[in-house]
């Protein structure tokens, strides 16, 4: 069927054809809402047509998620309601007073059956226009028209007409017009003439030697670029659905292009609401596969706790699949006795320390503790947590110190304890979780065993954005977060916790954690795990290739083994470590971080722990002087420094308060330090400090301090201004060296860093070197002995080279593998929620060196 049956246009299209008077209109008795079918929807749809209300390309006769708009559209223009849901407001469905407005643009009535006769005539000459005019009305139009595609060739199939002599098959592409493409006798034909990224439509005419018969519905494929669907005729929803081939999984769920009268078995015929997809799934048990299909946007909550071994999967093209848990409000009014501060009323399901947010436009609004505050504060909501689900009163002060109302601004407010929840064993990939309530995060496995989390964006959290209990997470990122308050210290938005984690382990491949605020926070850790034992935690936490921006540091996970390989810092102020006296091991490898907080909480060892930095660089740049060293030691096991770049702010009065410091040591200890550059300003403390009665190893290193002497270290309680007495005083570093700040400049070839002798002199030291990510050593850099000798591209033996000092591999993050040199660049990692969003549709495809 076609739309835009207005008279004057079907005068139009019929020409001299006679048709069925429209001189009364059609009246609506019956009350409609999604999923509804029938002549009432038919007639519904004509109607808004002809208002210009509803744009589908065709008359359907289902009440699908296109009608429910136009409607909300009729009753915004009509004055009858503007917000709300069908279930609260009645917006979007038919009810009393929408029934009343469509009658009072009606005259006194017609027929039913007159108006599809009208929509058969039209058929009919449509049908003649495109060279197949019925010609036997007698004769049955085919019926249960199906298309599906598969190795490079598309199947039509209906139902056999009685009397029929043959089948005209015609096709068309999307925005084309019919052609005949076959006449078989068979109920079946195969189209082999097809290319990928295109649309088809087929329909199919009965004939005998008595003519032919009306065509039949149309059925479509769309064949993506790797793929396609099939789709069904006579449903509004089929132009945006059904696109793709997504077979394998026992429930389907589209808001977009799905109904709850659906069966929900395929894409084709998918549920709309999650609500009706949990009672399915529910019902079907442990190992239900879910597919979510991409675009897809609820504002309810998918809780499948109680299933074990469940998968859910996102499905299609375009975006991932959101499961948000805020609502969007639109209700405000002014606050008595304030001019900037607004209030509504909401229901929320949490407790205890879950805490409301607020946003606008989709950003985090400022989080104050009264009215008073607020007033004085744009951008800004009063806390609110836990309130067992009685009312709630949530006051905001609008960035624009406008009414919210009116100031053309989307206010959303959380008010579901989570997105989404499942058992044990999940299986998740491919979605977006964000504005939930609760501490555990939007998607939380908290205390869920064997988690497999991938490409998943858990956006806006409380505490914590994602949570497991144990398994592995890859491709995924936690975007956005709430500050922390007196009432949660401390937020982390991946964490990992289980009553008992002593035989589990946790896994991060290609994780990612980013602040949207650009203001440096002060007790945000990115990663954790632990169990209910605080000195306890898991056998194993391993980090590869992942990053933590914007925060105070990677993580202290408590774990036997930690390890952290390929970490990516920026905007930190705090070294990854561990912090649990039964770690036995912490390893961090290829570590590329910028530190830039004004303060720095260093990192710190416990006693027994072995941690090793390895082929790792830390770029240092305040914008002011640390009041802290990089690593306090306040342990006694091994710290091993091997193949490192310590690099920091060579401004004078800026610089790093010292590399290195022990405190509250044990009676014994042992520092390890091979292959590292010391470079930068140490203002206060040491490069190296060994304390009283440890022990020191360590050699083929490179010293430099830009303003005065190149060394400052410190040995049984004695510091030392000079590599010479060092080294005869520790027996150590005989082969070391230290840099002349005369040779230390853009542009000298003999620079120690290859970044700098190969660019151009008043280059800024800013776009090459170290600050630009790049930390080869240049093999030409000139060096000196403790006794003052100079060395060109060596250490003092005169044969190792140089470039054996820092790292001697790296992290490439487009290979996903260690490579060997120094790193040349910092990696670009996505640092903005539409980076997020874009890097999880196809991280294979993301490019990390642009």
Known sequence: MFKNLSLSLSLLIIGTFSIPSLSQAYVFNNQLDIGDRGEDVSALQQTLTNLNHFSYPTITGYFGHVTQTAVQLFQSARGIVSSGTPESTGYGRVGPMTLTALNSIQGSGVTTSTLLELLRVVQARIAELRGNAPTNPDLASPSNVTASHGNDEITIKWSEVFEAQFYLVQRKEYGGTY?????????????????????????????????????????????????????????????????????????????????????????????????TATAVATSTGDGVKVALARGSHWREQFNLASLENITIEGYG?????????????????????????????????????????????????????NVSTAESTPGSFVDIKGSDGSPVTVYIHPSDDGNPTSNGKIYEVSTRLTAFAGGAGATISGLETSKAISNNGSMDLVSRTNANVSQVLASWGTKHNLGIGSGQISDSIAFGFDDVTSYEPSVVPIVAFLQDASTSDVVLNRVFVVNADTNQPTGITAFYAHDSDINGGFSTFSATQSAAIGVLSAGTPRARTVIWDGLYNDRVSQLPSAASTD????????????????????????????????????????????????????????????????????TAGVGQRGFMNVVSAAATGTINVEQTVFDGNVTFLYQISVPSGWNYTGDYN???????????????????????????TTTQDVNSVYLAGADQYVGNTNAFWLGWSGATSGTATSTVGPAAGDFRVNPNARVYGSGGTAYIGTFADGTTPITEAGPQNHWDWNAREAVSGAPAAWPNVPDTLEESKEYLLDPESWEFYP
Not at 703 to 709: L, Q
């Open 179 to 275: 052609q005949n493409i076959a006449t078989t006798t068979d109920t079946t034909f195969i189209d082999t003439d097809i290319s990928r990224n295109t649309r088809y439509y087929y329909t199919v005419t009965a004939e005998n030697n008595d003519g032919r018969s009306v065509s039949s519905e149309y059925a479509y494929v769309y064949l993506s670029g790797g793929g396609g669907g099939s789709g069904s005729s006579n449903n509004e929803d089929a132009e945006e659905g059904c696109q793709i081939d997504a077979s394998g999984y026992d429930i389907y769920v589209d808001s977009e292009n799905g109904s709850d009268t659906n069966s929900g078995t395929g894409p084709c015929d998918a549920f709309a609401a999650l609500q």
């Open 317 to 369: 093209s375009g975006n991932l699949p959101i499961i948000n848990g805020s609502d969007i409000v639109t209700s405000w009014s002014l606050t008595s006795g304030q001019s900037n501060t607004y209030e509504t009323e909401v229901i929320h399901n949490s407790s205890g320390t879950n805490r409301l947010t607020v946003y606008e436009d989709g950003i985090l609004l400022t989080r104050v503790t």
């Open 702 to 728: 490179v010293f430099y301090h830009v303003s005065g002497t190149p060394f400052r270290s410190q040995f049984n309680g004695s510091a030392f201004t000079t590599l010479a007495s060092w080294q005869a």
């Open 583 to 650: 770690t036995d091991i912490v390893e961090i490898r290829r570590l590329q971080a910028k530190l830039s907080a004004q303060t720095l909480t260093p990192v710190s060892t416990v006693n027994g722990l072995e941690m090793t930095y390895e082929n790792s660089v830390i770029l240092s740049t305040p914008a002011s002087g640390y009041t802290s060293e990089l690593f306090r030691i306040s342990g006694a096991g091994p710290f091993n420094l091997l193949k490192n770049v310590l690099y920091t702010d060579r």
